[in-house]
């Protein structure tokens, strides 16, 4: 059973910057899946941040932060980070991490394409 752990959430002004990390259990996708970023603010649906495929080639970053986040990833400590600049107020919400295998070389946008998530952590900018 996959398990995905996020850290790096917490409250900061405006303009700041925090880095989320999402860690992987156990690399039950072979070499390579579709991982990433959803977030949800209050009252507001959940949207895709940013996705990557983690055997290369294919990223994804919403157009309302390009510029600001960059998605990256460790291979080696079956991770994947947001970097996340410049931070807005309307970036506060809880972000989550999503990973699924199924989809070879593909960013898959639509959350309900992912089986695996993290317990979410919440992002704060004031």
Not at 4 to 15: D, F, T
Not at 81 to 106: H, V, W
Request: hydrophobic share 35%; charged share 15%.
């Amino acid at each position: 059973h996959v398990q995905l752990v996020e850290s790096g959430g917490g409250s900061v002004q405006a303009g700041g910057s925090l880095r989320l990390s999402c860690v992987a259990s156990e690399y039950h996708f072979g070499n390579s899946c579709s991982m990433g970023w959803f977030r949800r603010a209050p009252e507001y649906e959940r949207e895709v941040v940013a996705i990557t495929y983690t055997g290369g080639g294919s990223t994804y970053l919403a157009d309302n932060v390009k510029g600001r986040f960059t998605i990256s990833q460790d291979g080696a400590k079956n991770t994947v980070y947001l970097q996340m600049n410049s931070l807005k107020p309307e970036d506060t919400a809880i972000y989550y991490c999503a990973a699924e295998g199924l989809f070879r070389g593909a960013t898959p946008l639509a959350a309900d394409k992912y089986n695996y998530w993290g317990q979410g952590t919440q992002v704060t900018v004031s």
